[in-house]
């Protein structure tokens, strides 16, 4: 683990530096508050810091007050090195930000047990805060596919069309559905199924932009939505996903299977006071004739309110 070192004593810097290196850190020195808070500002800045109290220009607990008036992640775990014994001093100290302090002249075993300690919280951190990932990821994401979920490409299909009245812009929209998919499941079984979805969604999301955002939005469909694309440039990215997905057969434990995509496709340039499920209606509808016009093709939904269809 990397460690930042901030302390102005030469003689004491070095003792330190050597204690630290023999522990197994990387010690990144800083000869005053100054060099520690800028070090402590770097996107790669050590997780562990330990400041000496007294420093000339920015001492040690003003860059305690420095790093906590940040709202960032990861958290840098800071232990103080004070010659100051008052318990007034040691709790200003702590209240800065500190999270723990040491009183010199010091023990070495001392000092490594409290840092050992500060290295367990740090790590206690990390899990917390993955275990944190792990729940957004989930609560946002299709567990089978690893794509946005339905209930999270809906919101992203929301904002995107908010955001386009407000600059007068469009976004494209395509609902895809898996052809055949149900046959795919009758004669190949679930497990193929599933490596056929997988596959699939793995082809549509490495094809779009990086900022558009594909869904799985239920069963064998997918909704995609592409900010920025008038009609012409969401039939020229449907087709190209159509191409992408079908151009060689999926690989699955039973056998290859073909994929083709039926798509309905709109802009909603074409449709500037309409809402999303007006959209997804006109959507649906445009897939639906793809799907009677015998698959693998994609349909345009007309300009205009969206039809029903029942």
Not at 129 to 137: L, P, S
Not at 235 to 261: F, I, N, S, W, Y
Not at 273 to 300: F, H, P, S, V, W
Request: glycine content about 8%.
């Amino acid at each position: 683990m990397r460690a930042l070192l901030a302390e102005d004593d030469p003689v004491l810097q070095r003792l330190l530096e050597s204690l630290l290196t023999k522990w197994g850190y990387e010690v990144v020195a800083a000869q005053d508050g100054a060099a520690a808070w800028q070090l402590l500002q770097l996107p790669d800045a050590p997780r562990l810091a330990l400041l000496d109290w007294m420093m000339p220009g920015m001492d040690g607990v003003e860059v305690c007050r420095m790093v906590r008036r940040r709202v960032a992640q990861p958290y840098t775990y800071i232990l103080l090195l004070t010659s100051r014994d008052n318990k007034r001093d040691v709790v200003d100290g702590l209240e800065s930000g500190a999270d723990d302090y040491l009183s010199k002249p010091f023990h070495p075993e001392e000092l490594e047990m409290r840092l050992r300690a500060g290295r367990r919280i740090l790590e206690l951190e990390d899990n917390l805060v993955a275990a944190r990932e792990a729940m957004q990821f989930k609560a946002t994401h299709d567990a089978l596919t690893g794509l946005w979920n339905r209930a999270t490409i809906l919101d992203i299909l929301q904002r995107e069309l908010a955001r386009a009245r407000r600059e007068r812009g469009s976004v494209g929209v395509l609902l895809v559905d898996l052809d055949h998919f149900k046959a795919v499941n009758d004669t190949w079984g679930h497990a193929a199924g599933d490596e056929v979805l997988r596959e699939a969604a793995r082809r549509l999301n490495g094809t779009v932009r990086v900022y558009d955002a594909v869904g799985r939005y239920g069963g064998e469909e997918f909704l995609i939505v592409m900010p920025g694309c008038d009609a012409a440039t969401t039939r020229d990215r449907a087709e190209q996903l159509r191409r992408t997905v079908g151009g060689e057969p999926v690989k699955t434990a039973g056998g290859e299977v073909r994929v083709t995509l039926s798509v309905g496709a709109l802009s909603s340039a074409d449709q500037r006071d309409a809402d999303a499920d007006t959209l997804l209606r006109a959507a649906d509808a445009a897939l639906y004739r793809a799907k009677n016009a015998g698959r693998d093709c994609i349909e345009m939904a007309a300009p205009g309110k969206a039809p029903v269809v029942v």
